[in-house]
């Protein structure tokens, strides 16, 4: 059973059902993109924990995959003491749905390496916590997603706008917000981690992105690392999974900056930076890594294969989707497109998504980057 059904969810439905499953695909909508491939669906909030006590009594699911954050996580343990798999693990659906017990986590209980934060919930702790912390700031939900509700805070005249901001953009009942100091980070990096329940755990070669509004508009892989760095942020992956225990593929974001690695944020789950892997990067796509793991099905190891990068292409506005210019966007030579078949659109709404490659070793990175920001210019969402 499938909670959350956009298009990462879509293709971790596929992924498992090319390994013989039977899938349930939930959303608090009908007509997403998982549930189109999967072999049944709910439509809930999965917010409401009692609806999703009753899905999982009507459909006794083996394993529960959590996809999104938006969900009543205190329920899922109650599901695993019955038995039932939580993927990776209740503890790890609840922690990181919650940016301030995943934060105080990789902070205060394991030591790594975070920028300075605190929290608020009212706006005149607001004004103390960014006083104290200093400006630039990044102000975020503690409960978001898709870069909702965050912003950067430069100067006096924005902190009101910001704070209204963080709270609207809040999911769930949880209305608070974390305040954090600017890292002055040169590259800012997904590193996909997959822990097994019998075998060491693996690494993805680290995925290079770049965010706007919070929310990634394009990503690469391999992103050029110091090799020290990498060690470093395997290391703190190891140990961050670890706490948080179970089987499945994870999202670690990491900035790395002129001092050091700094852990960002994680996600118990496919990360959507990692749709580059899509473009055939890995001789296993992150989805299909995430499935292998979460079915106890042993991966003797990751092969980077070739360069590659995705571009997203976005809604401008609320209404049904309709797609333009794909004979132009498919005329390029080592390329793809992901349209996700999301039924609606609104403003910046991930929509589809371009990804291009290099087989030949002959391309550079920046041209890569290029070409695919030109093959998602082609596609038009009206």
């Known amino acids: 059973m499938l909670l959350g059904s956009g298009e990462l969810g879509k293709e971790v439905i596929i992924a498992l059902q090319r390994l013989g499953c039977f899938t349930i695909a939930c959303d608090s909508y009908a007509g997403a993109p998982a549930m189109q491939v999967a072999d049944t669906f709910e439509v809930f909030s999965m917010l409401d924990g009692d609806s999703l006590a009753a899905a999982v009594a009507k459909h006794q699911p083996d394993i529960i995959v959590p996809e999104v954050e938006s969900i009543r996580t205190d329920r899922l343990y109650d599901f695993e003491q019955r038995g039932i798999q939580v993927t990776p693990s209740a503890k790890a659906a609840n922690f990181t749905m919650n940016r301030k017990l995943i934060r105080d986590l990789a902070a205060k209980d394991l030591g790594l390496k975070t920028a300075p934060y605190q929290y608020a919930t009212t706006f005149q702790e607001f004004k103390s916590a960014v006083e104290a912390i200093g400006m630039p700031c990044v102000i975020k939900p503690l409960m978001s997603s898709s870069g909702k509700g965050q912003s950067v805070v430069r100067k006096a005249s924005e902190l009101e706008y910001a704070f209204t901001y963080a709270m609207e953009g809040s ?86 900056a002129s001092d ?30 995430h499935a292998r793991a979460l079915l106890g099905l042993p991966i003797a ?13 976005l809604a401008s506005k609320d209404g049904v989707p309709h797609y333009g210019g794909l004979e132009r966007a498919c005329g390029y030579e080592q390329s793809d497109i992901k349209i996700f078949g999301k039924p609606t659109t609104r403003p910046f709404r991930r929509m589809a998504l371009a990804l291009t490659y290099d087989r030949t070793g002959e391309e550079s990175m920046d ?7 030109k093959i998602a210019s082609e596609i038009t969402v009206h």
Not at 206 to 216: A, K, L, S, T, V
Not at 301 to 313: D, F
Not at 367 to 373: M, V
């Open 367 to 373: 041209e890569l980057r290029i070409r695919a920001a």
């Open 171 to 256: 999911r769930g009942d949880l209305k608070e917000i974390i305040i954090e100091g600017f890292i002055d980070f040169h590259t800012e990096i997904t590193l996909l981690t997959v822990t097994q329940k019998e075998g060491e755990t693996l690494f993805c070669a680290p995925i290079g992105h770049r965010q706007e509004r919070g929310d990634y508009q394009e990503s690469w892989q391999p992103c050029a690392m110091d090799g020290e760095q990498l060690l470093e942020a395997q290391r703190m992956a190891i140990k961050v999974t670890k706490a948080l225990g179970g089987e499945g593929l994870w999202g670690i974001e990491y900035f790395l």
């Open 260 to 289: 050091g690695v700094y852990f960002s944020e994680l996600s118990p789950r496919p990360h959507d930076t990692g749709m580059v892997t899509l473009a055939g990067t890995q001789n296993f796509n992150e989805f299909e890594l």
């Open 301 to 313: 190891k990751i092969e980077q294969r070739y360069p590659g990068v995705s571009a997203v292409i």
